[in-house]
């Protein structure tokens, strides 16, 4: 497993954005009453913000909303950016790369590096690990780690196991280079293609391009309709690796960075879903209070789902104490990644936007 | 952990099916109770129970309860 250590970096501010827009998932059509409070209670989800996948709102906004807010609090000048990271799947074109259309949408100096890394669930910690170490040695100052998914475009309105599950958000992290920081950033990853089949959307790649038949909805059991034009979870097989193996990178993170529970503050749990997140809580044996969640508002957000906990559930405490959390992540690929973050306060957070 | 012990262990993530109809020949997948919540609770019991890795594919190539508690033995 690959790991990683960095430091000379800051988290100097996080903020998020969510669409307005709720969709609550006991008016959800394809089930009975009983069915989906049996839903909710599994999954932990009431309700998702979603928004109308018509071009209005796309990730990119999210994170541009967030983004600016966040500089503005931070008194950063844009004009100091000089590295840009944007991490999603649903980027605004399959060409060019987000992160430059908003290099340019946010006057951003075009010396600044922008590129896109297209990743979901884990997200948030391989662009940490790329970002903390490409300005750990100097080269780069400012960054804007620009995180999320709206996601739920892809759920099949016929597919509960998606539609009921996947929210949008977009999320912003800022890290300045700074040798004097006590801030510190372990991570240790995985990478195993041979998940690629359990989260997957068939068509519209080069290796499926799209043809007449990507749009037909097809029966796939349980009462599950999709298109190959729609994200496809086997669930069982996602819960089986994440429980599996986030325990093992934990174990080795342990040993690897001398990692005592008793002084981690806070388990950040990438909210994939109540059950799975439970069952984690309990393997690496972290008591509730220290376990947030807010997937019952949010849903599963994709990559945002770490710094979206971190905006909605810990805004104060970065801001006034230090922190040592840990984060877990288990995401489409399979990317895994575990992390301890360790920050010293002033972190500014901006309360959660809409749009 | 014994045949009857995994059959009980198993009925138990259950809620509507009563335990009776649970044996060692049942066709889980056949159960009206079935379905991908409760596949997970068994996923997690196995791990909990035998400290083995069940993956989706093993159940779903199954067609009884000792089918699947031998798989998950040779493990």
């Known amino acids: 497993m690959s790991s990683i250590s960095i430091k000379n970096i800051a988290i100097k501010g996080m903020a998020g954005c969510v669409p307005e827009r709720v969709q609550e998932n006991k008016d959800y059509p394809g089930m009975t009453p009983e069915e989906v409070q049996k839903y909710i209670a599994a999954t932990g989800v009431v309700r998702r913000h979603c928004a109308i996948h018509d071009g209005s709102i796309c990730t990119s906004d ?5 983004a600016e807010k966040l500089m503005s609090d931070l008194g950063w ?22 992160g430059i259309v908003l290099q340019d949408k946010m006057g951003i100096p075009t010396s600044c590096l922008a590129f896109d890394i297209t990743l979901g669930c884990s997200g948030f910690l391989v662009g940490l690990g790329v970002m903390g170490n ?21 759920a099949s309105p016929e597919d509960r196991s998606m539609t009921l599950l996947l929210g949008d958000a977009g999320t912003v992290t800022a890290i300045e280079y700074d040798p004097s920081s006590k801030d510190e950033v372990n991570i240790t990853y995985m990478s195993d293609g041979s998940g690629r089949e359990f989260v997957i959307l068939p068509d519209g790649g080069s290796r499926h391009p799209v043809n007449e038949k990507s749009f037909i909805m097809e029966d796939c059991g349980n009462g599950i309709r999709r298109t190959r034009l729609h994200e496809k979870m086997i669930g069982d097989e996602v819960f089986s690796y994440g429980t599996h193996f986030i325990p093992k990178v934990y174990a080795e993170m342990r040993s690897k960075f001398n990692i005592e529970p008793e002084e981690v503050d806070y ?13 984690l809580r309990k393997k690496l044996k972290f008591p509730p209070e220290k376990v947030p969640y807010n997937i019952q508002e949010f849903g599963n957000t994709s990559g945002a789902t770490i710094p979206l906990l971190m905006v909605t559930e810990l805004q104060k405490e970065l801001h006034d104490h230090q922190l040592n959390m840990l984060a877990a992540t288990i995401g489409v690929g399979f990317s895994l990644g575990v992390a301890q973050i360790k920050t010293h306060g002033g972190i500014v957070v901006p309360d959660l936007m809409y749009m | 952990m014994t045949l009857d012990e995994f059959v009980k262990a198993f009925a138990a993530e259950f809620d509507d099916t009563p335990e009776e109809a649970f044996k060692p020949e049942t066709n889980y997948k056949e159960l009206d109770e079935w379905g991908s919540l409760v596949a997970l609770s068994i996923i997690s019991m196995v791990d909990d129970e035998m400290d083995k890795r069940l993956t989706g594919a093993d159940l779903r190539s199954c067609s009884s309860i000792e089918e699947l508690f031998n798989l998950v033995e040779a493990k």
């Open chain 1, 62 to 66: 999210l994170c541009q909303k967030a």
């Open chain 1, 134 to 154: 490409m300005m750990a040695s100097g080269c780069f100052r400012k960054g804007l780690l620009m995180v999320g998914n709206t996601q739920s475009e892809y």
């Open chain 1, 267 to 279: 388990l950040l749990l990438h909210q994939a879903n109540k059950f799975l997140c439970e069952k």
């Open chain 1, 77 to 98: 000048d844009k004009n100091e950016i000089d590295l840009l990271i944007f991490v999603s799947h649903t980027t605004d074109y399959k060409l060019p790369a987000t």
